[in-house]
Nanobody, 115 residues
Framework: VQLVESGGGLVQPGGSLRLSCAAS????????MRWYRQAPGKERELVAR????????FYGDSVKGRFTISRDNAANTLFLQMNSLKPDDTAVYYC?????????WGQGTQVTVSS
């Protein structure tokens, strides 16, 4: 199992970013996927969760209405569209999946929201 995030960077408050997670080594379309984030000095928190077919999603309260999780099962890729970004969104964002009871994480991508 391999998860590779991309798309992070520096953005001004109110801006947008789109994160991607390229997945390989498992049947992507059969598994729910998650985005987590971890800010300095804070615990890792669940940002969003997608069902295996993308028909349902869950969002953390802090991002609800601003972030959208989606997936392209044909391309084995998970996305996170982040709008109306705030300084509190600054964190390393991780893609996550549980396959056969084992947790897999990507290397993370840094998102910094600052003027």
């Amino acid at each position: 199992v391999q998860l590779v995030e991309s798309g992070g960077g520096l953005v001004q408050p109110g801006g947008s970013l789109r994160l991607s997670c390229a997945a390989s080594g498992f049947t992507f379309s059969s598994y729910g996927m998650r985005w987590y984030r971890q800010a300095p000095g804070k615990e890792r928190e669940l940002v969003a969760r997608s069902s295996s077919d993308g028909s349902s999603a869950f969002y953390g309260d802090s991002v609800k209405g601003r972030f959208t999780i989606s997936r392209d099962n044909a391309a084995n890729t998970l996305f996170l569209q982040m709008n109306s970004l705030k300084p509190d969104d600054t964190a390393v964002y991780y893609c996550h999946v549980v396959v056969w009871g084992v947790n897999y994480w990507g290397q993370g991508t840094q998102v910094t929201v600052s003027s």
